[in-house]
T-cell receptor, first 113, second 111 residues
Framework: NAGVTQTPKFQVLKTGQSMTLQCAQD?????MSWYRQDPGMGLRLIHY???????DQGEVPNGYNVSRSTTEDFPLRLLSAAPSQTSVYFC????????????FGPGTRLTVL | SQQGEEDPQALSIQEGENATMNCSYK?????LQWYRQNSGRGLVHLIL?????REKHSGRLRVTLDTSKKSSSLLITASRAADTASYFC???????????FGKGTLLTVNP
């Protein structure tokens, strides 16, 4: 049982490049989400999904796309990377209950030059 | 916008002392959660308190919630060097799915 896995752990991009951050979970959780964490800041919600085929925007969605074709995977796409997207990205999952806790992946540290 | 705001931003104590961190939030909630983040790692859930609860314990952790003041506190008793981490409160704003995190308190426990 791996829990929540994220790849890659580190990535350096040039401005304008595109890439996909991968997130996978083996806990059969309905809910998955992506957060970004900037220095001295808490986590801010980018996008989330309440089940396969359903996604919605969080607090800071601009510049990011998501899709949820399976329960297990929730990739985050940067279509044209900008220096402002330099951050640490965390994927999280939880089951559907209101009092269920979120389980976080180890994070992807992204630098955009 | 940040829903939860922790106070203080940083706290340094000696091993064996108690550490208290506070969190204030703005809107109504179903529950409030506390998470720990060790340097360079993901967040780990510590404890959840529901809006109809006033106090909750888990091992050396004690969480209180005052919905009238929209505030919560996390007390870590008999702290250890391994408790050194950042601590975040997170509120759901009435949603089952969308958590809003504060900026965190950096706790340093000196041996």
């Amino acid at each position: 049982n791996a829990g929540v896995t994220q790849t890659p752990k580190f990535q350096v991009l040039k401005t304008g490049q595109s890439m996909t951050l991968q997130c996978a979970q083996d806990m059969n959780h309905e809910y998955m989400s992506w957060y970004r964490q900037d220095p001295g800041m808490g986590l801010r919600l980018i996008h989330y999904s309440v089940g396969a085929g359903i996604t919605d925007q969080g607090e800071v969605p601009n510049g990011y796309n998501v899709s949820r074709s399976t329960t297990e995977d929730f990739p985050l796409r940067l279509l044209s990377a900008a220096p402002s997207q330099t951050s640490v990205y965390f994927c999280a999952t939880k089951s559907g209950g209101a009092t269920d806790t979120q389980y976080f992946g180890p994070g992807t540290r992204l630098t955009v030059l | 916008s940040q829903q939860g705001e922790e106070d203080p931003q940083a706290l340094s104590i000696q091993e064996g002392e108690n550490a208290t961190m506070n969190c204030s939030y703005k809107t109504s909630i179903n529950n409030l959660q506390w998470y720990r983040q060790n340097s360079g790692r993901g967040l780990v859930h510590l404890i959840l308190i529901r809006s109809n609860e006033r106090e909750k314990h888990s091992g050396r952790l004690r969480v209180t919630l005052d919905t009238s003041k929209k505030s919560s506190s996390l007390l870590i008793t008999a702290s250890r060097a391994a408790d050194t981490a950042s601590y975040f409160c997170a509120t759901d704003g009435g949603s089952n799915y969308k958590l809003t995190f504060g900026k965190g308190t950096l706790l340093t426990v000196n041996p």
